[in-house]
């Protein structure tokens, strides 16, 4: 198993940046794809982004295309969020997943069997 943690969440004007970071500790994190979903409240879960093993796999929601970047390090063990641009549309708790598998397009939160807990991204306008 993997055990996840997310940091970096926070309140931030409309235009602005966060990176969130989700460090990883268990079982060798390096033999998981990863991703980072997010939930507003009152609605389902949805998939940002998504990262392979070796990170040169990566796959975006439309929604957050050219604003967002995923990126690991797998020697730290650790998958990042860079969020540029920051829209009140984004405020959401964001997650990371880890998975055995690289699913890329596929958004399906079911297909991630481990999360964190989450941290809150609050855009203000």
């Known amino acids: 198993q993997v055990q996840l943690v997310e940091s970096g969440g926070g309140l931030v004007q409309a235009g602005g940046s966060l990176r969130l970071s989700c460090a990883a500790s268990g079982r060798t994190f390096s033999s998981y794809a990863m991703g980072w979903f997010r939930q507003a409240p009152g609605k389902e879960r949805e998939f940002v982004a998504t990262?392979?093993?070796?990170?040169?796999?990566?796959y975006y929601v439309d929604s957050v295309k050219g604003r967002f970047t995923i990126s690991r390090d797998n020697a730290k063990n650790t998958v990042y969020l860079q969020m540029n641009s920051l829209k009140p549309e984004d405020t959401a708790v964001y997650y990371c997943a880890a998975a055995n598998v690289y699913y890329g397009p596929r958004p399906d939160p079911g297909l991630y069997p481990y999360w964190g807990q989450g941290t809150q991204v609050t855009v203000s306008s």
């Open positions: 990262i392979s093993w070796t990170g040169r796999s990566t």
